[in-house]
C-alpha cells in the first residue's frame, strides 16, 4: 500500500509565506499525478493544484494562482506546495493526493481521482 505524507502546515501570519511538502512511499514522483487539495472546516474538500505524472504544466485553482505554486523536487523524490501572501481564506488542512492513473485534464480536479491519500496538515493563517 503506497503511503502518502505530508508536512509543513503551521500556524502564519497573514501575508506570510509558507511551503508544505509531500512524500511517497513508494516509486519516483514521476510515477504517479499529484495533487494538493485543502479542506476548511464545514467545507467541501477542494481542488488547489496539481503536477501531472506524463509532464505538462502544472495547473493551479484560479483563487490561488497568484499565489500558490506546486513543484516536485526529483533528487529529493518531493512534491512541494509554495503559498506566498497567505490570507486567512486559506486556513485549512491540507492534503496531498496521489494517482497512477494519467488522468484526462477533466478529472485532474476531482477528488475521487485520486486513490492515495496523505492525513493532511493543518495551515492556519491568523493573529
Known amino acids: 500500500q503506497v503511503q502518502v505524507e505530508e508536512s509543513g502546515g503551521r500556524l502564519v501570519q497573514p501575508g506570510d509565506s509558507l511551503r508544505l511538502s509531500c512524500v511517497v512511499s513508494?516509486?519516483?514522483?514521476?510515477?504517479?499525478?499529484m495533487a494538493w487539495f485543502r479542506q476548511a472546516p464545514g467545507k467541501n474538500r477542494e481542488f488547489v493544484a496539481v503536477?501531472?505524472?506524463?509532464?505538462?504544466?502544472?495547473i493551479v485553482a484560479d483563487f490561488v494562482r497568484a499565489r500558490f505554486t506546486i513543484s516536485k523536487d526529483r533528487a529529493k523524490n518531493t512534491l512541494y506546495l509554495q503559498m506566498n501572501n497567505v490570507e486567512p481564506e486559506d486556513t485549512a488542512v491540507y492534503y496531498c493526493?496521489?494517482?497512477?492513473?494519467?488522468?484526462?485534464?477533466?478529472?485532474?480536479?476531482?477528488?475521487?481521482?485520486?486513490?492515495?491519500w496523505g492525513q493532511g496538515t493543518q495551515v492556519t493563517a491568523g493573529t
Open positions: 503536477n501531472r505524472r506524463r509532464g505538462g504544466n502544472p
Open positions: 513508494e516509486g519516483s514522483l514521476t510515477s504517479y499525478t
Open positions: 493526493a496521489a494517482t497512477v492513473s494519467d488522468l484526462i485534464t477533466s478529472r485532474l480536479r476531482d477528488v475521487r481521482a485520486y486513490e492515495y
